[in-house]
């Protein structure tokens, strides 16, 4: 939600218009940055510890690649900022409670992170699984895995011998 | 589902301490003790239940909650003692009077499809969505069973079976041996009235419509309620149950093979309408940017069947069906039903079974079928009986299904006499009613009806009226909104443009690419029939009453009396306006609203209601089967009757006298037969002797 009148932006050969009271929708990082600016306000509801207990329970439930469930979009900056928020809020309101959210909530999400880093890891092992969960990824995860599997290829190039003819 | 490791036995010894710490110490977001006022009001509510939402449970042990899926038998059981510990504490008389409480967990993480329950799942939690299709009536199952057991050395005791904190299964086995005197032999005689019974209930859930693959057949599984759950649903409803997954034989002969059942333990019935297709944001968007286009109505009327050559009166209709006007419930309990029933009658070859595939594919919630159906239950509801148990089942039909939504009933002519006598309430009362075999129900139907029947000689006969030309009776004619008679008569331009679009389809099937993508002309359609809800402006309402009151006042200025409009069709007419709107997504039904459904309106009696004789639209050839002309001569003709009756001293009128009478006064011979068959088989005459006619006093 846009709460001050503003010059429009031209992001990628794109005009957006911000015009005070009109919601709008963004990518994340350009909410966040207009945040920063006090020019808009994010109106979509954030994470809370209910919306991270659900999502561990299917991320552990997954055995292979082929179980692995596509996350909510920016899950991992959404659920980083809230943490941070939350340690903030704690310390500023001297709440033994929202400690506890804030550590029961670091303690899912890191849970998460490595049980997806896991089938990650498996699915390196096969270019098909790589294919098959790509659409399922984070743009984080996505980056990474296409990071590992080159290096992995590169790596494969230099120890075995060159194909002869 | 993966089993967990590291979770220990020490973890299921746990489970009742961590369960009752749970009871006790989880807050909310507000900070408030949610469970134990939930059990405070269960005290006082006199309930035996605690439902328990997943998530909190996850959140405060995530192992116990896992633990729950893994073994939900052994949780359950040290849940349910640690609710009785804590209502004993704060309420002990009532906890003496309950023999058992229930925790009932809800809204577990993740559904699994009823077609993927598979044998990795026996023994786990379980969630499940789907139709419940049949329910038998309630019977009492023995949980805890009083034997007496009488020797001739010992003489007669009594005793519980199974021993405590064992509970009856499936089948109730008579005990080894006597577990007072120990011995084997004797007789061992069940006492039921001093054995503890509990509600007990069998049901059938059925995948949703829209789950179905193309081609497949719907899965289904049996699922069994006890005590407080027992006909907290009906047929026809959406449920989602919680359950723990079970087997026994499938037959009573002893083979190695099981059938899956679920042994429920939570069942909710879902409330809101059409909440199975998901809209996103990004689709609220684009709903909202279509709606905007002035050229909605016409886009989305195009979208209909585009492969299909013309018809746009019927598509302009269907779309209208879809959307629906909007129901009102009155406060005295009265409801007005706003959907909208479509009966398209036509000749072989027009593309009427497509134009239904097409709407049951777009329709949220649609379901295609046959006036025979597929099932036993039909099209309304039957009570049918299990081959292999023996036992009455209630089966919910199409119309109960597609409950909410729409049914395309091709070859409607054709359906089963029962549904002949339920499809009246169907229709108008939105309800299905049945009473057989011990179960008594009313099952929901807020079903729009599109519906496509073959004429009876063949082909449509144009110099016949529509209740001559369709195997229907006229009360069920008249409960359509609209109908459209689809005749195929050649016409060598209409000819080549069929043919040249026709040829161009194959040629190129690119070319019918409908205006709005089918998926989201559905969401479309979806969003409008859940969030707009337009009401009538004063300029429609003055629109509507004058059309209403001009074509009334014509049946006044003709002379034979012709009625070209009932109050039947005056509320199609505010339904088709609001369903108008609702294309739109419009709050208000404006005058264009109700303009295009007078529009329709006309059309519809242009087509259907026009009276062959005197040329002119009669609503009583739908409502009656007979023009109101033709309704006047059957009248005078019995008059005629009488006359002769009387004057004759047979006391009967002779055929020639009345067929000669009716000529003087411009009534032909073949309408004085019909008039004489309509009247013999009414039971109003009876044929004292040989071609004479008396009337039944």
Same mark, same amino acid.
């Not at chain 2, 009757?641 to 009345?658: H, P, T």
């Not at chain 2, 068959?677 to 071609?691: A, V």
């Given at each position: 939600?846009?709460?001050?009148?503003?010059?429009?932006?031209?992001?990628?050969?794109?005009?957006?218009?911000?015009?005070?009271?009109?919601?709008?929708?963004?990518?994340?990082?350009?909410?966040?940055?207009?945040?920063?600016?006090?020019?808009?306000?994010?109106?979509?509801?954030?994470?809370?510890?209910?919306?991270?207990?659900?999502?561990?329970?299917?991320?552990?439930?997954?055995?292979?690649?082929?179980?692995?469930?596509?996350?909510?979009?920016?899950?991992?900056?959404?659920?980083?900022?809230?943490?941070?928020?939350?340690?903030?809020?704690?310390?500023?309101?001297?709440?033994?409670?929202?400690?506890?959210?804030?550590?029961?909530?670091?303690?899912?999400?890191?849970?998460?992170?490595?049980?997806?880093?896991?089938?990650?890891?498996?699915?390196?092992?096969?270019?098909?699984?790589?294919?098959?969960?790509?659409?399922?990824?984070?743009?984080?995860?996505?980056?990474?895995?296409?990071?590992?599997?080159?290096?992995?290829?590169?790596?494969?190039?230099?120890?075995?011998?060159?194909?002869?003819? | 589902?993966?089993?967990?490791?590291?979770?220990?036995?020490?973890?299921?010894?746990?489970?009742?301490?961590?369960?009752?710490?749970?009871?006790?110490?989880?807050?909310?977001?507000?900070?408030?003790?949610?469970?134990?006022?939930?059990?405070?009001?269960?005290?006082?509510?006199?309930?035996?239940?605690?439902?328990?939402?997943?998530?909190?449970?996850?959140?405060?042990?995530?192992?116990?909650?896992?633990?729950?899926?893994?073994?939900?038998?052994?949780?359950?059981?040290?849940?349910?003692?640690?609710?009785?510990?804590?209502?004993?504490?704060?309420?002990?008389?009532?906890?003496?009077?309950?023999?058992?409480?229930?925790?009932?967990?809800?809204?577990?993480?993740?559904?699994?499809?009823?077609?993927?329950?598979?044998?990795?799942?026996?023994?786990?939690?379980?969630?499940?969505?789907?139709?419940?299709?049949?329910?038998?009536?309630?019977?009492?199952?023995?949980?805890?069973?009083?034997?007496?057991?009488?020797?001739?050395?010992?003489?007669?005791?009594?005793?519980?079976?199974?021993?405590?904190?064992?509970?009856?299964?499936?089948?109730?086995?008579?005990?080894?041996?006597?577990?007072?005197?120990?011995?084997?032999?004797?007789?061992?005689?069940?006492?039921?009235?001093?054995?503890?019974?509990?509600?007990?209930?069998?049901?059938?859930?059925?995948?949703?419509?829209?789950?179905?693959?193309?081609?497949?057949?719907?899965?289904?599984?049996?699922?069994?309620?006890?005590?407080?759950?027992?006909?907290?649903?009906?047929?026809?409803?959406?449920?989602?149950?919680?359950?723990?997954?079970?087997?026994?034989?499938?037959?009573?002969?002893?083979?190695?093979?099981?059938?899956?059942?679920?042994?429920?333990?939570?069942?909710?019935?879902?409330?809101?309408?059409?909440?199975?297709?998901?809209?996103?944001?990004?689709?609220?968007?684009?709903?909202?940017?279509?709606?905007?286009?002035?050229?909605?109505?016409?886009?989305?009327?195009?979208?209909?069947?585009?492969?299909?050559?013309?018809?746009?009166?019927?598509?302009?209709?269907?779309?209208?069906?879809?959307?629906?006007?909007?129901?009102?419930?009155?406060?005295?309990?009265?409801?007005?039903?706003?959907?909208?029933?479509?009966?398209?009658?036509?000749?072989?070859?027009?593309?009427?079974?497509?134009?239904?595939?097409?709407?049951?594919?777009?329709?949220?919630?649609?379901?295609?079928?046959?006036?025979?159906?597929?099932?036993?239950?039909?099209?309304?509801?039957?009570?049918?009986?299990?081959?292999?148990?023996?036992?009455?089942?209630?089966?919910?039909?199409?119309?109960?299904?597609?409950?909410?939504?729409?049914?395309?009933?091709?070859?409607?002519?054709?359906?089963?006499?029962?549904?002949?006598?339920?499809?009246?309430?169907?229709?108008?009362?939105?309800? $299905?009613?049945? @009473?057989? /075999?011990?179960?008594?129900?009313? +099952?929901?139907?807020?079903? !729009? *009806?599109?519906? &496509?029947?073959?004429?009876?000689?063949?082909?449509?006969?144009?110099?016949?009226?529509?209740?001559?030309?369709?195997?229907?009776?006229?009360?069920?004619?008249?409960?359509?909104?609209?109908?459209?008679?689809?005749?195929?008569?050649?016409?060598?331009?209409?000819?080549?443009?069929?043919?040249?679009?026709?040829?161009?389809?194959?040629?190129?099937?690119?070319?019918?690419?409908?205006?709005?993508?089918?998926?989201?002309?559905?969401?479309?359609?979806?969003?409008?029939?859940?969030?707009?809800?337009?009401?009538?402006?004063?300029?429609?309402?003055?629109?509507?009453?004058?059309?209403?009151?001009?074509?009334?006042?014509?049946?006044?200025?003709?002379?034979?009396?012709?009625?070209?409009?009932?109050?039947?069709?005056?509320?199609?007419? $505010?339904?088709? @306006?609001? /369903?108008?709107?609702?294309?739109? +997504?419009?709050?208000?039904? !404006? *005058?264009?609203? &109700?303009?295009?459904?007078?529009?329709?309106?006309?059309?519809?009696?242009?087509?259907?209601?026009?009276?062959?004789?005197?040329?002119?639209?009669?609503?009583?050839?739908?409502?009656?089967?007979?023009?109101?002309?033709?309704?006047?001569?059957?009248?005078?003709?019995?008059?005629?009757?009488?006359?002769?009756?009387?004057?004759?001293?047979?006391?009967?009128?002779?055929?020639?006298?009345?067929?000669?009478?009716?000529?003087?006064?411009?009534?032909?011979?073949?309408?004085?037969?019909?008039?004489?068959?309509?009247?013999?088989?009414?039971?109003?005459?009876?044929?004292?002797?040989?071609?004479?006619?008396?009337?039944?006093?």
């Amino acid at each position: 939600m846009v709460i001050k009148d503003s010059k429009n932006l031209y992001i990628d050969g794109q005009s957006i218009e911000l015009q005070k009271g009109v919601e709008i929708e963004i990518p994340y990082w350009l909410a966040t940055q207009l945040v920063k600016e006090g020019l808009v306000k994010i109106v979509e509801s954030p994470l809370s510890l209910e919306d991270i207990a659900r999502i561990h329970f299917s991320v552990i439930s997954a055995k292979t690649p082929s179980d692995l469930e596509q996350l909510p979009q920016y899950f991992y900056q959404e659920a980083k900022t809230v943490i941070q928020e939350l340690g903030e809020r704690a310390k500023k309101e001297l709440d033994p409670a929202l400690l506890e959210e804030r550590h029961r909530m670091l303690q899912y999400l890191v849970e998460i992170i490595d049980k997806r880093l896991t089938i990650l890891l498996q699915s390196l092992r096969s270019p098909t699984s790589i294919a098959e969960i790509t659409s399922r990824l984070t743009p984080e995860e996505e980056a990474l895995l296409n990071h590992l599997s080159n290096a992995l290829k590169t790596w494969r190039e230099k120890i075995l011998p060159r194909a002869t003819v | 589902m993966q089993s967990i490791p590291g979770l220990a036995e020490e973890a299921v010894i746990d489970a009742r301490e961590r369960f009752h710490e749970f009871l006790r110490s989880f807050r909310d977001r507000n900070g408030n003790y949610k469970y134990r006022e939930r059990i405070r009001q269960m005290i006082t509510m006199g309930q035996k239940s605690l439902i328990v939402e997943y998530n909190d449970l996850y959140i405060f042990d995530t192992k116990l909650a896992r633990l729950l899926i893994e073994r939900p038998d052994e949780v359950l059981r040290q849940a349910s003692e640690a609710l009785r510990e804590f209502i004993e504490s704060e309420a002990p008389e009532y906890a003496e009077g309950i023999d058992r409480f229930y925790v009932r967990v809800r809204a577990l993480p993740k559904t699994i499809p009823l077609r993927r329950l598979r044998s990795e799942y026996i023994g786990k939690l379980v969630m499940l969505e789907g139709i419940l299709v049949r329910a038998t009536p309630i019977k009492e199952k023995i949980t805890k069973a009083v034997f007496m057991h009488c020797t001739r050395e010992q003489g007669c005791h009594e005793f519980e079976w199974p021993p405590e904190g064992e509970l009856v299964g499936e089948i109730l086995e008579k005990p080894p041996a006597c577990p007072v005197c120990g011995s084997s032999s004797g007789t061992f005689r069940l006492i039921p009235e001093k054995s503890k019974l509990i509600d007990w209930q069998r049901i059938v859930l059925q995948e949703r419509p829209e789950e179905i693959p193309p081609g497949q057949l719907p899965r289904s599984i049996e699922v069994v309620l006890q005590d407080e759950l027992v006909d907290s649903a009906r047929p026809g409803d959406r449920v989602t149950i919680v359950g723990v997954v079970r087997v026994r034989p499938d037959t009573a002969k002893k083979r190695a093979v099981y059938d899956l059942y679920i042994d429920a333990i939570h069942l909710e019935v879902s409330q809101k309408l059409l909440e199975e297709v998901i809209i996103t944001r990004e689709d609220e968007e684009r709903i909202k940017a279509l709606a905007r286009d002035p050229w909605i109505h016409k886009k989305i009327v195009a979208s209909i069947a585009p492969a299909i050559y013309g018809h746009w009166d019927i598509k302009e209709a269907i779309a209208l069906a879809l959307f629906g006007g909007v129901p009102k419930i009155t406060p005295d309990g009265t409801r007005i039903r706003g959907d909208i029933h479509v009966l398209i009658v036509g000749d072989p070859g027009t593309a009427k079974s497509q134009l239904l595939q097409y709407v049951a594919r777009i329709a949220p919630r649609g379901i295609y079928t046959t006036g025979k159906g597929a099932t036993a239950a039909g099209l309304t509801a039957a009570v049918i009986r299990d081959k292999s148990t023996g036992e009455y089942y209630l089966e919910a039909g199409a119309l109960v299904l597609a409950d909410g939504g729409v049914a395309a009933i091709d070859e409607i002519d054709k359906m089963r006499d029962e549904d002949r006598v339920a499809i009246h309430e169907a229709m108008e009362q939105q309800t $299905v009613s049945i @009473a057989k /075999a011990g179960i008594v129900a009313r +099952l929901n139907a807020r079903t !729009t *009806v599109i519906a &496509a029947g073959n004429p009876k000689f063949g082909r449509y006969l144009t110099n016949r009226t529509l209740a001559d030309n369709i195997n229907l009776p006229v009360t069920i004619l008249s409960r359509f909104d609209l109908i459209f008679i689809l005749k195929d008569k050649p016409n060598p331009e209409e000819d080549r443009r069929v043919a040249r679009h026709i040829l161009e389809v194959h040629k190129d099937t690119e070319r019918v690419k409908p205006e709005i993508e089918p998926e989201l002309l559905k969401k479309y359609i979806s969003y409008a029939r859940r969030y707009v809800r337009p009401r009538l402006s004063q300029e429609a309402i003055q629109l509507i009453e004058d059309f209403y009151v001009q074509m009334r006042r014509m049946s006044l200025e003709s002379s034979d009396g012709a009625i070209p409009i009932t109050l039947r069709q005056l509320e199609a007419l $505010v339904r088709l @306006a609001e /369903a108008h709107a609702r294309m739109a +997504l419009r709050d208000e039904v !404006t *005058v264009e609203d &109700a303009e295009a459904a007078v529009r329709l309106m006309k059309a519809f009696l242009e087509s259907a209601g026009l009276d062959i004789e005197s040329g002119k639209i009669d609503i009583d050839i739908i409502m009656t089967g007979k023009p109101r002309s033709k309704q006047e001569k059957f009248t005078r003709i019995m008059e005629i009757i009488e006359q002769l009756e009387s004057e004759s001293e047979e006391g009967c009128a002779r055929l020639k006298e009345i067929q000669r009478r009716a000529l003087s006064e411009g009534i032909e011979s073949n309408i004085v037969d019909e008039a004489i068959r309509t009247m013999r088989r009414d039971g109003i005459i009876y044929e004292k002797s040989i071609g004479c006619y008396a009337i039944v006093r």
